[in-house]
C-alpha cells in the first residue's frame, strides 16, 4: 500500500459520514483478457477502490454499512493452480488487516449482503460501471439492467467520492511528482528524437511507452504522437517525420500506484519553427502563461478558460485570422474553431480524475454550469472554483482542422468574427498545444514536479538542437 493503514481507515469513514445511509458497494476490477482468459491485459485496479483500500489484486469488493459503521473486505483467495504459476500471493484476510478492515468475506457473500438489503428498502450505493462484467455483476447482485445502471448510480455516493478525491494530500502530491518525473524524460526523449532523420511517429510513440514501462509504470493513455496536430487525438502512425512540420506529442505516465502526469509539448522537426510556425507556437505560449498567473484559490477555471480564449483572439486578429469585437466573437464561440476544447481537466489517479464518475459533478457545480449547446464549450471538462489540492492541467491549443474550417465557412459560421480566406492559407499547418499540470496552492499556482520541459520557443530550439 502506498499510504498508511490509518489514511485509508479515515478515507472510509469520511466517506461513510458523507453518504450517510444504506450500504456503500466498492467494486474492484477484474483482469481483462486480449484474446483468451489467460492471455490478459496489464491488470489495473479500479481507482476509487484503490483509493479506499490500497490495494491492487483483482477480483475484490469493499461492503461499508453507513448506519452500523461495519465494514467488509470481500474476495476469493487463489488456489494452488494460480500459485503454481504466478507465486505465491497476500492473502484477502492479510489484504483486510493492511487496510485496517476486519471481517473479510468470499465473492459469493456480496449476493446474501445485497438481498438482505433490498428485502430491507435499503439503498445500496454504487458508482456508474464502465465495465462490461462489473454491469453484468451488478444486474445479477441488484437486478438493474445495464441499460439503466449509469442513471441508477447513487449520486450520494458519486458526490462524496469526487469531494473527497479533488483535494490532493501532500502524499498524493509526492506520487504525482513522481508521475511528472517519468513524463518528464519521456518528452524530453521525444523532442530529441523528433529532430533525428528518418525517425517515425510510431518509433517515437514506442521509445515512450518503454521509458514509463522501465519505470515500472505505464503510459496514463495512449500516447498522441502526431506531425497532424489538428486531429486531437491523432494516434502514431509509420508515417517518417516531415521537415517542415510540427510533431505534437501528448502523453504521460502513471506510476505504479496509478498517480498520473499529462503534458503536451510541439517540436519542429526541422529543430526550428519557421516565422508562421513561430507566430502560431508563441499565441499558445503567452496563452499558456496566462493561465498560471490568472489560477488561483477561489478563481473559477471556467473564467480562466475565458481569458486564455480572449487573448488568443486578440493575437489572431493582430495575424488577420480573427475581426470584430473580442468580447462578442468569445460569447459567440468563434475562437472555438482553433481552440475546440477546454483549457483543462483535473488530474489525479485518473488522467482525467473520476471522469467516470460524470464530468458534470467532477468539472463542475451549480454555479458553473457548461453550455453544452455552444461548440466548444461543451467540450469543458473543468469550470469550477479552484481549491489549495487541486491538480488540474493548463493546455490551450490552436489548431487549422480543414474540415472544420470548410464546414463553418460553407455554412457562414460565425463569419462576422473569421476571415476565412487568411485561414484558408493555414490549411496545411496542423496544430499547437501545450501542456503542463498545475497544483492549486494557497497563494497561486505551480508546476508539478522540479523538472521543467523546455517549452518556450527559444528553448525548445536550443533543446532539440543541442
Sequence with gaps: ???????????????????????????GNNDSPMNYPANA???RQDSSFLYFTGQHRDGLALVIDCETGKETFVGDEIDIDDIVWYGSVTSVGEMAAETGVAEVKPMAWLAEKCGEARAKGREVHFLP????????????????HPSKQKEAASLKLIQAVVKLRSIKSAEEIAELERASHIGYLMHTAAMKLAVQPGMTEAFIGGQLDGIAASHGSICSFQSIVSMHGEILHGYPSQRVLEPGRLLLCDAGAETVE??????????????KFSTKQREIYDIVVDCHDLALTHAKPGVKYFDVHLDVCRLMTERLKELGLMK????????????ALFLPHGLGHMMGMDVHDMEGLGQTYVGFDEETRPRLDQFGTNALRFGRRLEVGHVVTDEPGIYFIPDLIDLWHREGINARFLNFDRIDEYRDFGGVRIEDDVLITPDGCRFLGDERIPYHADEVEAYVQG
Excluded: W
Excluded at 498508511?4 to 467494486?27: K, P
Design 1 to 27: 500500500m502506498l499510504f498508511t493503514q490509518e489514511t485509508y481507515v479515515q478515507r472510509r469513514r469520511a466517506l461513510r459520514e458523507l453518504v450517510g445511509t444504506g450500504v456503500i458497494l466498492l467494486l
Design 41 to 43: 491485459y496489464k491488470f
Design 129 to 144: 460501471p464502465y465495465r462490461a462484467d462489473h454491469k453484468i455483476q451488478l444486474m445479477d447482485l441488484l437486478g438493474i
Design 258 to 271: 496509478h498517480y498520473c502526469s499529462d503534458h503536451t509539448r510541439t517540436t519542429p522537426v526541422s529543430g
Design 324 to 335: 470584430g469585437d473580442t468580447e462578442e466573437a468569445v460569447q459567440n464561440g468563434a475562437h
